[in-house]
């Protein structure tokens, strides 16, 4: 016997509403339970939340009746069906303790045992984040004497409420800034450092990139091989014929493609895979929490949505399976062939595969927090309950996405200088990240139809831009979670910076990337015209 578990995240979804009256119910009065599981897949897309749910059973077979409304205050929620009494105690007292009110229930017997459903809502997030009135702490010696970047970020932590930032400046290798701004963890009113560690979110992306980049300097890898035989090599034996057969256009998917984002994966048209764990185990049957090797299975039993090299999609599970070939060619893990080939060869010695919850986090790492602080379950709750029906109630950063199952293309933890130092060795002496080849390799525009001039491409690992007057290049990516964006820029003078913040919005819903990234080409100027080498 199943007990089902749905969360709702309405807040954080980005889907559109739903173009209908908020008082008229989307009703359904006759669902087995498989119709059921397809409703509730439905309801996060249309931003509702159930308003009436109940079952009954009929010739031995039980049936549901659900309706729904949009969910107008978004409000997080959740649905269990099936509890046995202990399980339906349990979850009543863990919710009622975390200011959750049960808004449906009901008893009924099935197979002569008395089970119950419930559909639990939480409170409006109207819980704030509140910082205190102090003045802004900043913290680092390299750089303090900077004062327009001091400036700067004093301001932006201060006027758009965030808890804290790093950031790092280097120029041609050399470290010039290295500060922190806020809180580490404003609850406990710990300092922002510059060494505190952060998730860097896709900012995984150019990293993942530099390593297939490095197969390809020692000859272990073309961009223009096929991704299908190289994953028929994977020790974890992937269902690659099945692919083909779903789709024949599995088999002209090549490690360019995959870099570039041109591979066939559309997350608007069929959503993104990386955030389906609840789906993935369900329709692979899993026991358990998919891992990534399940991730790529389910991938591979999936149809295109595009064929590969005629269109531009960003793409996470696309650089996921590029971590699965690194895999497959280098014979390693790929953390340990990160670890040997990229992050020792850099001297990147905070940066590592982050973790999803706050318990393991790392004694350097960041706490993470959201505008609106509220608690649901943990993901790993999802689809079953335990015996005991427990589940753990966390806040979003620490607990609505899997981490673990993101590494090659979101899953690190970095610092700031670290990141900085990954720029930079884009154009330090001759390395498998800075050779001729892989830098003229690095910067190619995707093979696109009526892309020729486009002012802006994305290129291996990288976002490009063209600058003619300068007869240079910039190279950037920033990175998104729910309590983490993040920005990494190698500019064509050899200026990089990176900016982490443990706060993914400000107020306004403008990602702390978004409020930096222009600005900041101006401030470093300024400051670069304080250096006693510049005067």
Same mark, same amino acid.
């Given at each position: 016997?199943?007990?089902? %578990?749905?969360?709702?995240?309405?807040?954080?979804?980005? #889907? $559109?509403?739903?173009?209908?009256?908020?008082?008229?119910?989307?009703? !359904?009065?006759?669902?087995?339970?498989?119709?059921?599981?397809?409703?509730?897949?439905?309801?996060?897309?249309?931003?509702?939340?159930?308003?009436?749910?109940?079952?009954?059973?009929?010739?031995?077979?039980?049936? #549901?009746?659900?309706?729904? +409304?949009?969910?107008?205050?978004?409000? $997080?929620?959740?649905?269990?069906?099936?509890?046995? +009494?202990?399980?339906?105690?349990?979850?009543?007292?863990?919710?009622?303790?975390?200011?959750?009110?049960?808004?449906?229930?009901?008893?009924?017997?099935?197979?002569?045992?008395?089970?119950?459903?419930?559909? @639990?809502?939480?409170?409006?997030?109207?819980?704030?984040?509140?910082?205190?009135? *102090?003045?802004?702490?900043?913290?680092?010696?390299?750089?303090?004497?900077?004062?327009?970047?001091?400036?700067?970020?004093?301001?932006?932590?201060?006027?758009?409420?965030?808890?804290?930032?790093?950031?790092?400046?280097?120029?041609?290798?050399?470290?010039?800034?290295?500060?922190?701004?806020? =809180?580490?963890?404003?609850?406990?009113?710990?300092?922002?450092?510059?060494?505190?560690?952060?998730?860097? *979110?896709?900012?995984?992306?150019?990293?993942?990139?530099?390593?297939?980049?490095?197969? &390809? =300097?020692?000859?272990?890898?073309?961009?223009?091989?096929?991704?299908?035989?190289?994953?028929?090599?994977?020790?974890?034996?992937?269902?690659?014929?099945?692919?083909?057969?779903?789709?024949?256009?599995?088999?002209?998917?090549?490690?360019?493609?995959?870099?570039?984002?041109?591979?066939?994966?559309?997350?608007?048209?069929?959503?993104?895979?990386?955030?389906?764990?609840?789906?993935?185990?369900?329709?692979?049957?899993?026991?358990?929490?998919?891992?990534? *090797?399940?991730?790529?299975?389910?991938?591979?039993?999936?149809?295109?949505?595009?064929?590969?090299?005629?269109? #531009?999609?960003?793409?996470?599970?696309? =650089?996921?399976?590029?971590?699965?070939?690194?895999?497959?060619?280098?014979?390693?893990? =790929?953390?340990? #062939?990160?670890?040997?080939?990229?992050?020792?060869?850099?001297?990147?010695?905070?940066?590592?595969?982050?973790?999803?919850?706050?318990?393991?986090?790392?004694?350097?790492?960041?706490?993470?927090?959201?505008?609106?602080?509220?608690?649901?379950?943990?993901?790993?709750?999802?689809?079953?309950?335990?015996?005991?029906?427990?589940?753990?109630?966390?806040?979003?950063?620490?607990?609505?996405?899997?981490?673990?199952?993101?590494?090659?293309?979101?899953?690190?933890?970095?610092? *700031?200088?670290?990141?900085?130092?990954?720029?930079?060795?884009?154009?330090?002496?001759?390395?498998?990240?800075?050779?001729?080849?892989?830098?003229?390799?690095?910067?190619?525009?995707?093979?696109?139809?009526?892309?020729?001039?486009?002012?802006?491409?994305?290129?291996?690992?990288?976002?490009? !831009?063209?600058?003619?007057?300068?007869?240079?290049?910039?190279?950037?990516?920033?990175?998104?979670?729910?309590?983490?964006?993040?920005?990494?820029?190698?500019?064509?003078?050899? &200026? &990089? @910076?990176?900016? %982490?913040?443990? &706060?993914?919005?400000?107020?306004?819903?403008?990602?702390?990337?978004?409020?930096?990234?222009?600005?900041?080409?101006?401030?470093?100027?300024?400051?670069?015209?304080?250096?006693?080498?510049?005067?």
């Amino acid at each position: 016997m199943m007990q089902f %578990l749905r969360l709702c995240f309405i807040a954080t979804l980005a #889907f $559109p509403l739903a173009a209908q009256d908020p008082a008229a119910p989307n009703l !359904r009065t006759v669902l087995d339970e498989s119709e059921l599981n397809t409703f509730l897949k439905m309801i996060p897309a249309d931003r509702e939340i159930i308003s009436d749910f109940s079952t009954r059973v009929r010739g031995g077979k039980q049936i #549901f009746r659900i309706a729904t +409304q949009q969910n107008m205050q978004q409000q $997080p929620w959740v649905a269990l069906y099936n509890l046995t +009494q202990q399980q339906f105690e349990q979850r009543s007292r863990e919710y009622a303790d975390a200011g959750w009110t049960k808004a449906i229930s009901q008893s009924y017997t099935l197979n002569r045992r008395r089970l119950h459903l419930a559909v @639990w809502v939480g409170r409006d997030p109207d819980g704030k984040l509140v910082l205190p009135a *102090a003045p802004v702490p900043e913290n680092g010696t390299i750089g303090r004497e900077l004062s327009p970047l001091n400036d700067f970020f004093k301001t932006l932590v201060r006027e758009h409420n965030l808890p804290g930032v790093t950031v790092a400046v280097s120029l041609h290798g050399q470290m010039i800034y290295n500060r922190g701004f806020g =809180y580490a963890d404003v609850d406990r009113l710990l300092p922002m450092q510059p060494e505190t560690e952060m998730r860097i *979110a896709s900012l995984s992306k150019p990293m993942t990139a530099a390593a297939v980049q490095n197969l &390809c =300097y020692r000859g272990r890898l073309n961009l223009n091989q096929k991704l299908l035989p190289l994953l028929e090599q994977h020790r974890e034996q992937f269902p690659v014929a099945s692919a083909a057969q779903t789709d024949a256009r599995w088999q002209d998917i090549t490690v360019r493609h995959l870099l570039q984002h041109t591979a066939g994966f559309d997350r608007d048209r069929s959503g993104d895979t990386m955030f389906a764990a609840v789906r993935i185990r369900r329709e692979l049957k899993l026991d358990q929490h998919p891992e990534i *090797a399940d991730v790529i299975r389910f991938q591979l039993r999936q149809p295109l949505d595009f064929t590969p090299g005629t269109e #531009f999609h960003y793409s996470n599970v696309g =650089y996921s399976l590029l971590g699965r070939v690194i895999e497959s060619v280098s014979g390693k893990s =790929y953390s340990d #062939f990160m670890q040997e080939q990229v992050l020792d060869q850099i001297g990147m010695k905070q940066t590592r595969l982050g973790r999803t919850r706050f318990a393991d986090r790392g004694p350097q790492e960041a706490v993470y927090v959201t505008q609106t602080r509220s608690k649901s379950p943990l993901i790993f709750d999802h689809g079953e309950v335990d015996d005991d029906g427990r589940s753990e109630l966390v806040e979003t950063p620490w607990g609505q996405w899997d981490i673990e199952l993101m590494d090659a293309h979101g899953g690190w933890v970095s610092t *700031a200088a670290d990141l900085v130092r990954f720029a930079s060795a884009l154009d330090a002496a001759a390395t498998p990240l800075s050779d001729e080849n892989s830098r003229q390799q690095r910067k190619m525009r995707p093979q696109l139809q009526d892309t020729e001039t486009e002012p802006v491409w994305y290129g291996l690992g990288w976002s490009i !831009r063209e600058l003619p007057d300068a007869q240079g290049f910039n190279y950037w990516h920033t990175g998104l979670l729910s309590g983490t964006s993040t920005l990494l820029v190698r500019r064509w003078d050899g &200026c &990089c @910076w990176a900016v %982490l913040c443990n &706060c993914d919005r400000n107020p306004d819903d403008r990602t702390v990337a978004s409020l930096v990234d222009g600005p900041m080409h101006r401030i470093v100027n300024e400051s670069l015209d304080l250096l006693p080498q510049n005067r």
